[in-house]
């Protein structure tokens, strides 16, 4: 059993790439939420999703896109990255009102 | 966005010691939760807390529900060296989706 299964693990990007950060959950749980992770700030809310097709913003929405087109996938987009977008990017899932479960995290570095 | 307040920042102790580390808001949640963060790893749930004044024991590991409802604390008996990591405490607004995290609490433990 996988859990929460994060794509890719490690990033590098140079100022206005682009990229796509994969999420995939096996528990068949209905929401799924992105979090970005900073030196002495905790987790911080980016976006999230309590079902398949929906999508809400977070904490700290700009910058990023989101998609949730299958209910076991939620991909976080960066249309133009910026250096203070680097950071290291949690998914995790949840059942309603349940816990979540977290991936072992993103760590993108933007030049 | 709400704030958890969590304290300490850091602690250095020896093994064998007792822990105590705590968050507050002046928001009222309907649950906390206490994370624990090893390097490189995603956050993983340690304790979960329905119930104000509930207090909840897992293994050396104890946490309570603050009767007021806007804190919780986390209590680690006769500490270990793996017990090294952050620790986060979050809390689920009522009416709310996502979990809010405190900033952590960065521990070591000096065997």
């Known amino acids: 059993n996988a859990g929460v299964t994060q794509t890719p693990k490690f990033r590098v990007l140079k100022t206005g790439q682009s990229m796509t950060l994969l999420c995939a959950q096996d528990?068949?749980?209905?929401?799924m939420y992105w979090y970005r992770q900073d030196p002495g700030m905790g987790l911080r809310l980016i976006h999230y999703s309590v079902g398949e097709g929906t999508t809400a913003k977070g904490e700290v929405p700009d910058g990023y896109n989101v998609s949730r087109l299958k209910k076991q996938n939620f991909l976080l987009g960066l249309e133009s990255a910026a250096p203070s977008q680097t950071s290291v990017y949690f998914c995790?899932?949840?059942?309603?009102?349940?816990?979540?479960?977290f991936g072992e995290g993103s760590r993108l570095t933007v030049l | 966005g709400q704030q958890l307040n969590q304290s300490p920042q850091s602690m250095f102790i020896q093994e064998g010691e007792d822990v105590s580390m705590n968050c507050t808001s002046s928001s009222i949640f309907n649950t906390w939760l206490w994370y624990k963060q090893d390097p490189g790893e995603g956050p993983v749930l340690l304790i979960a807390l329905y119930k104000a004044g509930e207090l909840t024991s897992n293994g050396r590991l104890t946490a309570q529900f603050g009767i007021t409802r806007k804190d919780s604390f986390l209590n680690i008996s006769a500490s270990i060296p793996s017990d090294v990591g952050i620790y986060f405490c979050?809390?689920?607004?009522?009416?709310?989706?996502?979990?809010?995290f405190g900033s952590g609490t960065r521990l070591q433990v000096q065997p």
């Open positions: 528990m068949n749980h209905e929401y």
């Open positions: 995790a899932s949840a059942l309603p009102l349940g816990s979540l479960f």
């Open positions: 979050a809390g689920l607004l009522k009416g709310r989706r996502a979990l809010t």
